[in-house]
């Protein structure tokens, strides 16, 4: 399988991601936990890149484009992949376009979960993860359990005024991506609200 999850910040992407991949042995291409990774370990990619993110603001293409093109390249990606939060851009998805053709290979899905702006919003104020096994929970919507509670951290971009910033970003520059796959036909747009089960089920009918 290869695909694209799609939908603005928040939407469960990370958390369907986690989920799909118990089902579907594919490599995971998330750009938001590598750029991540490369700020905790403050490589010259990492540096460049943390003052964007903790603005809400979206990474220059070029940087993003090129961390992709290599993670593709690596041998775990034969056997499928699902790029979750690329291509943020019409550039980025060019770039894609243009590596895919010379690669040989087609995507077969752009999946996007839609959830209306009003729930993005507390959903990102009120997500937190445990920094030992990344796994996410949400204050009110899936509280962590008390051996975990007192050790979750927040993401730096996950404040209000980050989540708006980057929000608009998804609207302005992201969703223009999108017309470019509906013209393909790889398009299912699944319904993301609700709870993380009842999504995982809309996701893998529409897999299926
Ligand atoms: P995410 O975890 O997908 O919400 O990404 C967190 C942040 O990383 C975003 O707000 C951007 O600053 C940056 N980022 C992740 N993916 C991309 C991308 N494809 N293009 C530009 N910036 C990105």
Not at 39 to 56: D, F, I, T
Request: negative net charge; aromatic residues 4%; hydrophobic residues 40%.
């Amino acid at each position: 399988m290869r695909m694209i999850l799609f939908g603005p910040p928040g939407a469960g992407k990370g958390t369907q991601a986690a989920r799909l991949l118990e089902r579907f042995q594919v490599a995971h291409l998330s750009t938001g936990d590598m750029l991540r990774a490369a700020v905790k370990a403050g490589s010259e990619l990492g540096q460049a890149a943390e003052g964007y993110m903790k603005r809400g603001e979206l990474v220059p293409d070029q940087l993003v484009c090129d961390l992709v093109v290599e993670r593709l390249g690596q041998p775990d990606c034969e056997k499928g992949f699902m790029l979750d939060g690329f291509p943020r851009t019409v550039p980025q998805a060019e770039a894609l376009d243009q590596t895919l053709v010379r690669a040989g290979i087609a995507l077969e899905l752009v999946l996007v979960l839609e959830v209306p702006d009003a729930l993005i919003v507390e959903r990102i104020t009120g997500r937190r993860s445990d920094p030992q096994t990344g796994a996410i929970y949400h204050l009110k919507f899936n509280p962590p359990p008390a051996e975990v509670a007192d050790r979750v951290v927040q993401r730096a971009d996950d404040t209000e005024e980050a989540c708006r910033t980057r929000l608009a970003k998804y609207h302005a520059e992201t969703t223009p991506v999108l017309p470019f796959y509906d013209a393909k036909g790889i398009v299912k747009r699944v319904d993301g609200v609700g709870t993380p089960d009842e999504v995982t089920a809309r996701v893998i009918a529409a897999i299926a």
